[in-house]
């Protein structure tokens, strides 16, 4: 970008400041949310709370069907990616 320019536009400096920040909260908010080891912590947890006995049976199956639909979407979206 020539000088002219850069002087042209240098109001809009705190806009695009603002935008580049916004896109690396919302990257790290992704990065986050897509982040598979959570999940399956959770599940680990959830198998020791089965057989501890904190939990029934039916509990586990529901809490463990929506984990498991959990790492299906990460897993869809790594894919959609191609990460």
Same mark, same amino acid.
């Given at each position: 970008?020539? !000088? !002219?320019?850069?002087? &042209?536009? !240098?109001?809009? &400096?705190?806009?695009?400041? #603002? @935008? ?5 909260? #919302? /990257?790290? @908010?992704?990065?986050?949310?897509? %982040?598979? @080891? ?6 680990? &947890?959830?198998?020791? &709370? ?5 939990? %029934?049976?039916?509990?586990? /199956?529901?809490?463990? %069907?929506?984990?498991? /639909? ?11 990616? $191609? $990460?």
């Amino acid at each position: 970008m020539g !000088l !002219l320019s850069q002087l &042209a536009t !240098l109001p809009l &400096a705190p806009v695009r400041g #603002v @935008a580049w920040v916004m896109e690396r909260v #919302v /990257d790290a @908010a992704e990065e986050e949310y897509y %982040d598979p @080891a959570p999940i399956e912590r959770e599940l680990a &947890a959830l198998e020791r &709370a089965l057989l501890a006995g904190e939990i %029934d049976e039916e509990t586990f /199956d529901r809490r463990e %069907d929506e984990l498991l /639909d959990r790492l299906e979407e990460i897993r869809a979206h790594v894919q959609g990616t $191609g $990460g």
